[in-house]
């Protein structure tokens, strides 16, 4: 029986000492009730009236939209804001011993609200009242602003279809100047680690910039530099038209007195003409190039050449019996 005691003695004893799980719902209101109480969300956090260090990433999802028509630019993705207010740091000590992590609504505490200075629609500030902000005992503050953010982008088509483009999205914080806060890029480039490949469009490199403007208040520039994926244009677009146009030169060859070449030319236009009607183009960014699609195109360049090649057959045997 002591053989079998002493152990379960020992087990409970490490348990009580290591404190594993120790804290509970009350220490967590409590804890918000503490923190939260004289807490002025108007007021940023600032230690000694030093500016307040933002560190920010940003984490692409997928390139929702880029018209070339409309000017505009679709990203979807999630900024990442971490700065320290010391005003929300606490002892777990006094919470059951392992309490260090805690979650607050965004409109319970100071939060950076970004505005886009090139907005593709009206101006407004990101982010929502009911989001949540993960809150560290040592008052270092997490926030992660998931959204579609759109911007303008005015499009080069110099050499289109193998032309590509660089679009930014800039931001700044409204109010504040490089005295109150300092914006930092904690990446240099956009996480594409979560991406999702655009069909039509490949991202090349992509950048995140802070800089200082004139008039002393700092602006976020998102920079995505991306090219235009050409298997589609080449394959179901220029290589068909570029056929089509040589058949064209065929006309040449028909006998004058046959009195077909008008009628034939006519029917080559007409041909091009509803090629370029019927051609599938995939206006949306979730639309996926594959080799079924470049099938398909080309299924439809053979059928337009058959049918050019039976007028043309048709033709130069009615022209061969005229000239008997």
């Known amino acids: 029986m002591v053989l079998i005691i002493t152990p379960l003695v020992l087990l409970l004893v490490s348990v009580d000492y290591l404190g594993v799980a120790s804290y509970n719902v009350t220490h967590q209101t409590q804890l918000h009730t503490d923190v939260l109480t004289g807490y002025d969300r108007r007021v940023r956090p600032s230690d000694g009236g030093t500016p307040t260090l933002i560190g920010i990433t940003f984490n692409a999802v997928s390139l929702k939209e880029f018209s070339e028509s409309e000017g505009k630019i679709a990203l979807v993705g999630a900024f990442r804001f971490v700065w320290r207010d010391t005003r929300l740091a606490w002892n777990p000590a006094s919470y059951g011993g392992d309490l260090e992590r805690t979650v607050l609504y965004v409109k319970d505490i100071w939060v950076p609200k970004l505005v886009n200075m090139n907005p593709y629609g009206s101006v407004k500030m990101l982010g929502m009242s009911e989001m949540l902000c993960e809150i560290s005992y040592d008052g270092y503050i997490s926030f992660v602003l998931p959204d579609m953010f759109e911007s303008t982008c005015d499009a080069d088509v110099t050499n289109y279809p193998f032309d590509s ?22 990446d240099p480039t956009i996480d594409m680690v979560l991406y999702e490949e655009n069909g039509l469009w490949k991202i090349i490199n992509t950048s995140v910039t802070v800089a200082t403007q004139v008039t002393d208040f700092q602006i976020l520039k998102l920079t995505v530099n991306m090219e235009r994926r050409t298997t589609y244009y080449i394959a179901g677009l220029l290589l068909p038209i570029l056929l089509m146009n040589s058949i064209q030169l065929l006309v040449f060859i028909i006998p004058v007195e046959s009195g077909e070449r008008i009628g034939y030319s006519i029917t080559v236009l007409l041909a091009i003409a509803v090629f370029l009607t019927i051609i599938q183009d995939p206006v949306t960014s979730s639309y996926r190039v594959t080799w079924q699609d470049v099938g398909e195109a080309f299924d439809r360049m053979c059928l337009l050449l058959f049918i050019l090649s039976l007028i043309l057959n048709n033709a130069i045997y009615f022209a061969a019996i005229s000239l008997k």
């Open 165 to 186: 483009q660089t679009c930014s999205l800039i931001y700044y914080i409204p109010g504040y100047y490089t005295d109150d806060i300092n914006l930092d890029a904690s």
